[in-house]
């Protein structure tokens, strides 16, 4: 059963990790992938190499979602070339691990444009047209790190966190537009990043989790596609934790 055949879905930074597992999973279930990167245009190619065998609508764009101009650009180029867009992923973001004692303004700074400034690039880009709908679908990808904190990531955390209170206040805003707006915060999810990990860290992990294992990206993929879906109608302003029980 496809469950989003023929819904067109942005996501911003799908070339790699957990927005790659995102895009491929929302294709299998019928949606049509638009997706952004900035540098990783041979990752951008295989990946729409890879969804194109689905038998969907896909296209890749070059645009950083952390500046404003570009998000509206890239927003008004996909109206342009497909009509409408039905749901957005706000999937875009980086680490710059560091004590607050050697954290550099840059370092915070950046962190806070590419994850939480862009997610208000995009949503405001994109909101005209879900309003014109009367329909549209927002997801952010947080983390549980923006609930509960974590040392050496105050600028991650204080991002991802962000994420969480602008989504809430998104979904309240629109809610009476049959607009809504929900959160998903990862665990420890493994990716090719967490595969650099040494092991010891990632064992030390894993046994803070009560199913004692992390994380797949298909794991996120899955809450990205319930929450794209007919099947999540009444669901807005929540944050679905995908963590293995982690914050239990």
Same mark, same amino acid.
């Given at each position: 059963?496809?469950? =989003?055949?023929?819904?067109?879905?942005?996501?911003?930074?799908?070339?790699?990790?957990?927005?790659?597992?995102?895009?491929?999973? =929302?294709?299998?279930?019928?949606?049509?992938?638009?997706?952004?990167? @900035?540098?990783?245009?041979?990752?951008?190619?295989? =990946?729409?190499?890879?969804?194109?065998?689905?038998?969907?609508?896909?296209?890749?764009?070059?645009? /950083?979602?952390?500046?404003?101009?570009?998000?509206?650009?890239?927003?008004?180029?996909?109206?342009?070339?497909? +009509?409408?867009?039905?749901?957005?992923?706000?999937? #875009?973001?980086?680490?710059? /691990?560091?004590?607050?004692?050697?954290?550099? $303004? +840059?370092?915070?700074?950046?962190?806070?444009? @590419?994850?939480?400034?862009?997610?208000?690039?995009?949503?405001?880009?994109?909101?005209?047209?879900?309003?014109?709908?009367? !329909?549209?679908?927002?997801?952010?990808?947080?983390?549980?790190?923006?609930?509960?904190?974590? #040392?050496?990531?105050?600028?991650? #955390?204080?991002?991802?966190?962000?994420?969480?209170?602008? !989504?809430?206040?998104?979904?309240?805003?629109?809610?009476?537009?049959?607009?809504? !707006?929900?959160?998903?915060?990862?665990?420890?999810?493994?990716? $090719?990043?967490?595969?650099?990990? /040494?092991?010891?860290?990632?064992?030390?992990?894993?046994?803070?989790?009560?199913?004692?294992?992390?994380?797949?990206? $298909? +794991?996120?993929?899955?809450?990205?596609?319930?929450? !794209?879906? $007919?099947?999540?109608?009444?669901?807005?302003? %929540?944050?679905? %934790?995908? +963590?293995?029980?982690?914050?239990?």
């Amino acid at each position: 059963m496809k469950l =989003l055949k023929g819904k067109n879905i942005l996501i911003t930074g799908a070339s790699r990790g957990i927005g790659n597992g995102i895009a491929l999973t =929302l294709a299998s279930h019928g949606a049509n992938i638009f997706f952004t990167y @900035v540098n990783s245009k041979d990752s951008a190619n295989a =990946l729409e190499e890879k969804i194109q065998k689905y038998g969907v609508k896909v296209r890749s764009y070059k645009s /950083d979602a952390s500046s404003f101009n570009e998000s509206h650009k890239l927003v008004e180029n996909i109206i342009n070339d497909f +009509d409408r867009i039905d749901v957005l992923i706000n999937n #875009a973001g980086i680490t710059k /691990d560091n004590l607050l004692l050697r954290m550099s $303004e +840059d370092d915070f700074d950046k962190v806070i444009s @590419v994850n939480l400034k862009s997610v208000f690039n995009m949503t405001k880009a994109i909101q005209r047209f879900f309003l014109k709908q009367r !329909s549209g679908v927002f997801i952010h990808i947080s983390s549980v790190v923006g609930i509960k904190g974590n #040392a050496g990531q105050s600028n991650y #955390a204080a991002s991802k966190s962000g994420i969480i209170g602008f !989504s809430k206040s998104l979904a309240q805003e629109l809610g009476s537009r049959n607009i809504r !707006s929900n959160v998903i915060a990862p665990g420890f999810i493994e990716t $090719e990043m967490t595969n650099k990990l /040494d092991e010891k860290i990632i064992d030390g992990w894993i046994k803070s989790i009560p199913l004692r294992r992390g994380g797949k990206t $298909e +794991d996120v993929a899955n809450s990205c596609v319930f929450l !794209s879906s $007919e099947l999540s109608t009444y669901i807005t302003g %929540q944050v679905l %934790q995908v +963590d293995g029980g982690m914050l239990t």
